[in-house]
């Protein structure tokens, strides 16, 4: 009989905790949740709650906390509520659950994230931005308190997928000889560069193939999301980034590859449906229904592949250029990132003011080694200072067209 698994989910009102929630909820049997966490959406957790009854709901924010509470009480629901950033850290550790799905937006992932680390979990990684920020710093905790790691993000997954069963961190003597990391190029793929200035949040937000949170979705339109996505292949499979090939691919069909010294080239494909790597990766090694459709490869009928465009796509070659200076740099790119696409959606800067402030922040801060979590978090504070600053500093309507930042970013 299968084991059933206890659960934590970080982020589960997200667009990732609602997708884990589908999943597990065709699993009555397999999977108990014992913690739920969110932000602040209040009503979504309070829904939660009742369908999946965990012994504690965790919201970042306190009064969002007091009234979830005072909502619970008018039901038969007996979790505890709990807030703030030690309750999310509680409960990523807790004795009682095996498996923690992070799931949590951006930087504040990364104290529950470490925490579950610590404490040997098994922990679903959806959450990239902890690897960018402190990927050595995480696979050593995961290696040191003999955690496990699997990918949720799409491409991860199926890399993960690709690799022979006994991958062991290496890749060379696995016979690897590259990764093909697919892409599909966003909203912005075949715009004219002249009008990137002026597309609007909603327009970055339309994903042609995938729905989900809106920061992702704009790191998706920047192809920031590449970016990070090829700093977390580096720290989760131990691969250098030259031999990491991005590959603009516009099906999202092929969710990445995996290229052996014989020449062999092993994919994984599939819907682009996040309940697809959720189900693998809750299930592994088993594989388990997800509820995702059989993919139509006759409607599909094509697959184009494309080389990045790193004029158009400025953002990724900021990330390449991270991870070479490595230390403190990643960390300072994400946190620049998330303040950049945070004021995007708010609709008071262009889209192209997303990779100047980063270059900006990049070129303001000195290298530095970091070792622990405290000197991530400096790195993460002095860096959002600093992009938050110069964004202020600029008049947007006096600027001259968006255009010259972009080609600011890109010279
Ligand atoms: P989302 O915005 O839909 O959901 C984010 C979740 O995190 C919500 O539950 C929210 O309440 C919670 N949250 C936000 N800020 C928080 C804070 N300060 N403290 C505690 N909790 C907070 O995001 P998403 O699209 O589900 O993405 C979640 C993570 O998964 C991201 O790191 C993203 O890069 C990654 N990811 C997402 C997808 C996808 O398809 N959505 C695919 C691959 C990877
Ligand atoms: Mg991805």
């Given at each position: 009989?299968?084991?059933?698994?206890?659960?934590?989910?970080?982020?589960?009102?997200?667009?990732?905790?609602?997708?884990?929630?589908?999943?597990?909820?065709?699993?009555?049997?397999?999977?108990?949740?014992?913690?739920?966490?969110?932000?602040?959406?209040?009503?979504?957790?309070?829904?939660?709650?009742?369908?999946?009854?965990?012994?504690?709901?965790?919201?970042?924010?306190?009064?969002?906390?007091?009234?979830?509470?005072?909502?619970?009480?008018?039901?038969?629901?007996?979790?505890?509520?709990?807030?703030?950033?030690?309750?999310?850290?509680?409960?990523?550790?807790?004795?009682?659950?095996?498996?923690?799905?992070?799931?949590?937006?951006?930087?504040?992932?990364?104290?529950?994230?470490?925490?579950?680390?610590?404490?040997?979990?098994?922990?679903?990684?959806?959450?990239?931005?902890?690897?960018?920020?402190?990927?050595?710093?995480?696979?050593?905790?995961?290696?040191?308190?003999?955690?496990?790691?699997?990918?949720?993000?799409?491409?991860?997954?199926?890399?993960?997928?690709?690799?022979?069963?006994?991958?062991?961190?290496?890749?060379?003597?696995?016979?690897?000889?590259?990764?093909?990391?697919?892409?599909s190029g966003?909203?912005?793929r075949?715009?004219?560069?002249?009008?990137?200035?002026?597309?609007?949040?909603?327009?970055?937000?339309?994903?042609p193939?995938?729905?989900?949170?809106?920061?992702?979705?704009?790191?998706?339109?920047?192809?920031?999301?590449?970016?990070?996505?090829?700093?977390?292949?580096?720290?989760?499979?131990?691969?250098?980034?030259?031999?990491?090939?991005?590959?603009v691919h516009p099906q999202s069909?092929?969710?990445?590859?995996?290229?052996?010294?014989?020449?062999?080239?092993?994919?994984?494909?599939?819907?682009?449906?996040?309940?697809?790597?959720?189900?693998?990766?809750?299930?592994?090694?088993?594989?388990?229904?997800?509820?995702?459709?059989?993919?139509?490869?006759?409607?599909?009928?094509?697959?184009n592949?494309?080389?990045?465009?790193?004029?158009?796509?400025?953002?990724?070659?900021?990330?390449?250029?991270?991870?070479?200076?490595?230390?403190?740099?990643?960390?300072?790119?994400?946190?620049?990132?998330?303040?950049?696409?945070?004021?995007?959606?708010?609709?008071?800067?262009?889209?192209?003011?997303?990779?100047?402030?980063?270059?900006?922040?990049?070129?303001?801060?000195?290298?530095?080694?970091?070792?622990?979590?405290?000197?991530?978090?400096?790195?993460?504070?002095?860096?959002?200072?600093?992009?938050?600053?110069?964004?202020?500093?600029?008049?947007?309507?006096?600027?001259?067209?968006?255009?010259?930042?972009?080609?600011?970013?890109?010279?």
């Open positions: 009989m299968t084991k059933i698994r206890h659960l934590t989910i970080l982020g589960s009102t997200g667009s990732i905790g609602e997708s884990t929630l589908d999943v597990v909820a065709r699993h009555p049997d397999r999977f108990q949740v014992v913690a739920l966490t969110a932000n602040k959406n209040v009503e979504k957790l309070f829904e939660l709650c009742k369908q999946f009854r965990p012994s504690y709901a965790v919201m970042l924010n306190a009064q969002s906390a007091e009234r979830l509470e005072d909502k619970l009480r008018t039901t038969d629901v007996g979790a505890k509520v709990l807030s703030g950033i030690e309750s999310l850290e509680k409960v990523a550790s807790l004795p009682e659950i095996d498996t923690v799905v992070a799931a949590i937006v951006g930087a504040a992932g990364i104290r529950p994230t470490l925490s579950s680390a610590r404490a040997g979990k098994h922990i679903l990684l959806a959450n990239k931005e902890t690897l960018v920020m402190a990927g050595r710093i995480f696979m050593d905790t995961v290696r040191q308190h003999r955690a496990t790691l699997l990918p949720v993000d799409s491409e991860h997954n199926a890399i993960f997928q690709s690799l022979p069963q006994c991958f062991n961190g290496d890749l060379a003597g696995s016979g690897v000889r590259r990764i093909l990391l697919t892409a966003g909203p912005f075949k715009m004219d560069l002249e009008m990137l200035e002026t597309v609007t949040p909603e327009q970055a937000c339309a994903h193939n995938w729905v989900m949170g809106k920061k992702i979705s704009v790191d998706s339109a920047t192809m920031m999301n590449k970016g990070l996505e090829v700093i977390e292949a580096h720290w989760l499979f131990n691969v250098a980034p030259e031999k990491i090939q991005v590959v069909v092929i969710h990445s590859m995996v290229e052996y010294i014989d020449g062999s080239v092993l994919a994984q494909l599939g819907n682009p449906d996040m309940r697809t790597p959720i189900a693998h990766a809750l299930g592994y090694p088993e594989r388990m229904e997800s509820g995702v459709q059989s993919m139509d490869i006759f409607k599909i009928a094509q697959l592949f494309e080389a990045p465009d790193f004029k158009r796509f400025p953002c990724l070659r900021l990330a390449y250029e991270a991870l070479s200076k490595g230390g403190n740099m990643p960390a300072v790119l994400n946190a620049a990132n998330e303040v950049a696409v945070e004021v995007f959606l708010t609709g008071k800067i262009p889209f192209t003011a997303i990779p100047a402030v980063i270059e900006h922040t990049m070129e303001s801060i000195d290298g530095q080694e970091m070792v622990d979590l405290d000197d991530v978090l400096k790195a993460d504070s002095l860096a959002r200072e600093i992009a938050r600053k110069w964004l202020d500093n600029q008049d947007w309507q006096e600027q001259p067209k968006g255009v010259a930042i972009l080609r600011r970013a890109v010279e």
